[in-house]
């Protein structure tokens, strides 16, 4: 089943921080404007306004970095990972193996990904969410078991967000080792409520444990919030057919057997992720 499931799920991932203005260019309205779309989540309208930035003639090698450093976050944020790579190929980026990594990540070139991102330093500003890409590239490649070495130290990481994340990566993959009731009691630790990467976390351990009254109970909790994106919905969604499908439900099999002939059919409306390649594959 979906053991990249939290990709799709934890909408609380760590992210970088803003890519930081060339001093020379901070007085620079249109490029604040982007910078301004950037963190208003507009990812599509800051790469516009940064292509635009390029275009302009006379720029000196630090604004074209800047412009070129923005553009490249705007579009792995967008999850445009080729047309990220694109860019990179061809302009100078700040912090380039994380975010070229991040870029071969969103294209499924996980072996790749993990090359590059092995290369950037440890004492780099993005040193710990590269060490999470690099987990991800692993897990990607069927290597659970070198990616739970990579985030074991970071769940103590000062960073409240980046020690979270680790830890309910680090829970996902105990997964199917005959730890569920571990990560059951790890899991009363986090974020009490309707904390969506936790309760998607719950309801696979319980499926594990076989416990599929709870687990039905959790993912039918969890669709009935409003603020569930597309791949989250469907993350839940079809983990719910497969609780249904054990309890062997009419409405499982159906919810899987449309699943299945969605995917299929390759709907331009939904996004091909590794969520879908675990499932199917």
């Given at each position: 089943m979906a053991a990249l499931g939290l990709q799709t799920m934890a909408a609380d991932k760590p992210k970088p921080p803003k890519a930081k203005l060339?001093?020379?260019?901070?007085?620079?309205?249109?490029?604040?404007?982007?910078?301004?779309?950037?963190?208003?989540?507009?990812?599509?309208?800051?790469?516009?306004?940064?292509?635009?930035?390029?275009?302009?003639?006379g720029q000196g090698p630090?604004?074209?970095?800047?412009?070129?450093?923005?553009?490249?976050?705007?579009?792995?944020?967008?999850?445009?990972?080729?047309e990220a790579l694109a860019v990179i190929q061809k302009e100078t980026i700040d912090d380039r193996p994380f975010w070229e990594g991040q870029?071969?990540?969103?294209?499924?070139?996980?072996?790749?990904?993990?090359?590059?991102?092995?290369?950037?330093?440890?004492?780099?500003?993005?040193?710990?969410?590269?060490?999470?890409?690099?987990?991800?590239?692993?897990?990607?490649?069927?290597?659970?078991?070198?990616?739970?070495?990579?985030?074991k130290p970071l769940r103590t990481h000062p960073d409240p967000k980046i020690s979270r994340y680790a830890r309910l990566l680090f829970n996902e993959l105990e997964l199917g080792n005959d730890s569920a009731q571990t990560v059951l009691q790890r899991l009363t630790d986090e974020s009490a409520g309707?904390?969506?990467?936790?309760?998607?976390?719950?309801?696979?351990?319980?499926?594990?444990?076989?416990?599929?009254?709870?687990?039905?109970?959790?993912?039918?909790?969890?669709?009935?919030?409003?603020?569930?994106?597309?791949?989250?919905?469907?993350?839940?969604?079809?983990?719910?057919?497969?609780?249904?499908?054990?309890?062997?439900s009419p409405e499982g099999r159906k919810q899987l057997i449309a699943f299945i002939n969605g995917f299929s059919t390759g709907t331009s409306e939904r996004k091909d992720t590794e969520f879908w390649d675990e499932s199917f594959g």
């Open positions: 060339k001093p020379n260019v901070e007085d620079d309205r249109d490029l604040n404007a982007a910078r301004q779309a950037l963190a208003d989540g507009c990812y599509d309208v800051a790469a516009l306004k940064l292509r635009r930035l390029q275009s302009r003639t630090k604004h074209r970095a800047t412009y070129a450093s923005l553009l490249v976050e705007a579009l792995v944020r967008d999850e445009k990972g080729t870029a071969l990540l969103l294209t499924g070139d996980y072996e790749k990904a993990g090359e590059i991102l092995n290369a950037y330093p440890l004492e780099g500003p993005l040193s710990a969410l590269a060490t999470i890409a690099r987990a991800h590239a692993l897990m990607g490649q069927g290597r659970e078991a070198a990616a739970r070495t990579l985030v309707k904390d969506m990467a936790v309760q998607y976390l719950r309801a696979r351990a319980l499926l594990e444990q076989n416990d599929l009254p709870k687990a039905e109970a959790i993912l039918r909790d969890l669709l009935s919030a409003d603020q569930l994106s597309e791949l989250e919905h469907d993350a839940a969604t079809l983990l719910l057919a497969e609780v249904l499908w054990h309890r062997r």
